[in-house]
């Protein structure tokens, strides 16, 4: 009221300037600034180095450096090369099952966490208490393994004491046992996360309904939850078939380097310093991880779901 | 629900299963790591000692690893603080759709999911054929932020998708300018997710291997040192520095948890000032 009766002039003065800045183009240009900083880190760190392996993909290499060029002979060889089947089948074997058993066990432990933990608190702190090794060393995690898995290791001593074997399996570390074991390891809180957390949006009175008309707890479990949790799966999966697929590290240490798979494919021809060679496969790589998330976001618009 | 049912035990079993075989192997490693000095890499104990520990602090034994520790530290807080600040900023455009959203959205989705490999291959390749050296400080630092980054951002969306804009319009109203809404409104609220953004900026910075392997240059940062080790140590040395390295993960975890923790409580005991103002 006084600044009204005060200055006149002040009041009819001030609403243009404000009006200038709160228009549309100016929420463009504070929407660009803002991002600035990101689009700029993921301009010179992602989409850079993404047309770099491109082009380098084409070009050639002697024992030594790699000089420009325009040739398809990397991808004529990996194209025409049985290895690189394999390797590949490998990698989508190491994925499939990996996502098959983290997404058994990463929707059992969220569906605990969130319908039958009944306090908030127990729930925040029974969550932590699962996302905890998320923050720790991958590298130390795998190591952890080999106390259990190795030949006169934890399992095998246990298994022998116990009379189930005579004599130690040879297959538990360095196989594609002990791959998919840290893998489920490693990566299982993706599923749980990203599942726990659609389901703690769900309404609880959804369920209470299907209580009420008669359906039983596996009935509910099938028909309401399930079919309403998919997009946390879908995320979860998403997360976890992209890290199993790019991953090259858990395969060579758990493996003993006596497994494949695209990512270690990658890093042995840059151990070898052919690069272009590592091109290539990262580009192939690369296309088959994109059809494979562009087929999962089919089902899942992530933008509403975060 | 009102009787704990039979599947809660059968549910509450599972759960613990999955407790152990998340931590069983780190703790396993935990109580090997005090072998005595001629125990191996598997029980039995051959005695308990500290002999694996002291061999950390000797150069010849283990490498460099109090150097790439340090700068594991220094990077991990680089990458923590721009993290923060450009999540922030990038939460903020993201509220509002502008011409090109679309485009840096999916590029930091395709950050999230795109192999680590690749970016370290394409940076190093980047630097290498521009003439510049690879440095953990400038290639690592790049790197590790497109993994951080999208982690940052997915938290501040989902912050900003359940922001109550009144507040806002309050301090609007109240003649506060944007910057003074966004400084005394709009972070204050959102302080304790931003000390979530900070803890996976620097823990995930911190354990970072694939995106630095190609783009760290010759000073290892310390999973790559302790990768290294994996080659050609055979002793309980490296369970007791993957051992430290972990309590040192808990240790910043627990500090996280703890200040989100005072900040919440603080904030109740403050959270309503109704009143005060007219006293």
């Keep these: ?306 | 629900m009102e009787k704990r049912t039979r599947s809660f035990y059968g549910l509450a079993a599972f759960f613990g299963l999955f407790l152990v075989f998340l931590y069983g192997p780190t703790i396993t490693i935990a109580i090997l790591s005090f072998q005595g000095p001629g125990g191996g890499l598997t029980f039995p104990m051959r005695g308990v000692s500290v002999h694996w520990f002291a061999d950390l602090f000797e150069q010849q034994a283990v490498g460099d690893i109090w150097g790439s520790f340090s700068r594991s530290l220094v990077l991990g807080l680089m990458v923590m603080v721009t993290t923060v600040v450009v999540s922030v900023m990038g939460g903020l455009a993201f509220r509002k759709r502008f011409p090109g959203s679309g485009i840096v959205f999916y590029l930091i989705i395709t950050s999230l999911v795109i192999p680590s490999i690749l970016v370290s291959l394409g940076v190093g390749l980047i630097f290498s054929q521009s003439g510049l050296t690879v440095h953990w400080s400038t290639s690592g630092f790049g790197s590790q932020l497109t993994w951080t980054l999208p982690f940052g951002l997915l938290i501040m969306f989902a912050v900003f998708n359940r922001f109550d804009k009144s507040y806002e319009e309050a301090a609007r109203d109240q003649g506060a300018s944007a910057w003074q809404t966004v400084r005394h409104v709009v972070l204050p609220i959102i302080a304790p997710m931003l000390i979530g953004v900070a803890l996976f900026g620097f823990t995930l910075s911190y354990d970072e291997f694939a995106r630095t392997l190609l783009t760290a240059g010759s000073h290892n940062t310390l999973p790559l040192e302790i990768y290294g080790m994996t080659t050609n140590v055979t002793t309980p040395v490296i369970f007791a520095l993957g051992t430290l390295t972990t309590v040192f993960s808990f240790l910043i975890i627990a500090l996280f948890i703890a200040v989100v923790g005072v900040m919440n409580r603080r904030r109740s005991r403050r959270g309503s000032d109704a009143g005060q103002g007219l006293v």
């Design chain 1, 1 to 306: 009221m006084t600044d009204q009766t005060l200055s006149p002039e002040a009041t009819v003065a001030a609403p243009p300037a404000h009006a200038i800045a709160r228009k549309p183009v100016s929420d463009a240009v504070a929407g660009w600034l803002l991002s600035l900083p990101l689009a700029g880190v993921l301009l010179f760190f992602l989409v850079l180095p993404i047309l770099m392996i491109v082009v380098v993909s084409f070009w050639g290499a002697t024992e030594f450096s790699i000089y420009p060029a325009f040739q398809f002979d990397n991808y004529e060889f990996l194209l025409t090369s049985p290895v690189t089947y394999q390797v590949f089948f490998n990698t989508v074997k190491y994925a499939l099952i990996t996502w098959a058993i983290t997404l058994v066990i990463g929707f059992t432990v969220a569906y605990f966490l969130a319908f039958h933990v009944r306090s908030l608190t127990w729930q925040v702190v029974l969550f932590l208490l699962c996302t905890i090794p998320f923050w720790t060393s991958n590298i130390i995690r795998m190591i952890s393994w080999i106390p259990f898995l190795g030949r006169n290791g934890i399992a095998n001593s246990t298994l022998i004491s116990m009379g189930v074997i005579d004599e130690p399996l040879e297959w538990l570390l360095f196989s594609d046992f002990s791959v998919i074991l840290a893998f489920v390891h490693l990566y299982t809180l993706f599923m749980v996360v990203p599942i726990f957390n659609t389901m703690m949006r769900i309404d609880k009175s959804l369920i209470e309904a299907a209580y009420d008309n008669g359906a039983s707890g596996f009935q509910t479990l099938v028909n309401v939850i399930i079919p309403l949790t998919k997009p946390g799966i879908m995320i979860g999966s998403i997360f976890v078939i992209t890290l199993v697929m790019g991953d090259f590290i858990t395969v060579r240490f758990m493996s003993g380097s006596q497994k494949a798979n695209v990512g270690r494919l990658i890093s042995n021809d840059i151990a070898l310093l052919q690069y272009p060679s590592a091109a290539a496969t990262a580009v192939i790589l690369l296309i088959t991880v994109l059809i494979v998330i562009a087929i999962l976001l089919r089902f899942v618009d992530i933008r509403k779901e975060l």
